[in-house]
């Protein structure tokens, strides 16, 4: 079977997409291929770092990739973290740390209406595809939940009472921004295979 890098070593995220390619593509994380550095994301836009990620791979490794890149949008901080999500409260990247930050620059402000983006770059015999995913809903005023990574504790969906913390794996893959932007990918890859 073709193998196809997903350029990231997050558990999380190749859990999600490793079970949808099943059938399509061995799917290989970065440690897996043996790229051990850190690939820059210096990009001011979600599309640019996603695009930065697998351009990078494919330059070094020549193999069939892809990159994604996420961010949350929250309206009232002018769609701040976005972009800069991972290290919202310093280089450190603590999701905690996070959280904390954006509670406290909602604090008292009326429109807690959010979404999450996340920007696929695909790189398939030379040619670079994008996809995208968007779910929407608000920040929760406190954490909720355990399960998931970064912002799900205080992220509730649209046409839900909890938040993303309290989902299972599968149904926040259903519904999620990355869920979306795989959806499309693996349809692009069956449609082309
Ligand atoms: P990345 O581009 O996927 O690394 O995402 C950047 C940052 O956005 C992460 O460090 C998280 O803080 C946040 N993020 C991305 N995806 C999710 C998610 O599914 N739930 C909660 N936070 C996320």
Known sequence: MKQLVFA???????????????????L???????????????????????????????????C???ADDTGLEVEALNGAPGVYSARYAGPAKDSEANID?????????ENRRARFRTVISLILDGQEHFF??????????????SQGFGYDPVFQPDGYNCSFAELSMEEKNKISHRGRAVEQLI???SETK
Not at 8 to 25: C, P, Q, S, Y
Not at 38 to 50: K, Q, R, V
């Open 187 to 189: 349809q692009f890859l």
């Open 132 to 145: 995208e995913g968007i779910v929407s809903g608000v920040i929760l005023t406190e954490r909720h939940g």
């Open 28 to 62: 290989r994380t970065l440690s897996e291929i043996g790229c051990v550095e850190d690939i820059p994301e210096t990009s001011e836009t979600l599309h640019g770092n996603a695009s930065q990620k697998s351009q990078y791979l494919h330059d070094r490794f020549h």
């Open 8 to 26: 990231t070593n997050n558990a999380h995220k190749v859990d999600e997409v490793r079970e949808k390619l099943h059938g399509l593509f061995e």
């Open 64 to 66: 069939d990739c892809f």
């Open 101 to 109: 930050k954006l509670l406290s620059e909602l604090k008292g402000k």
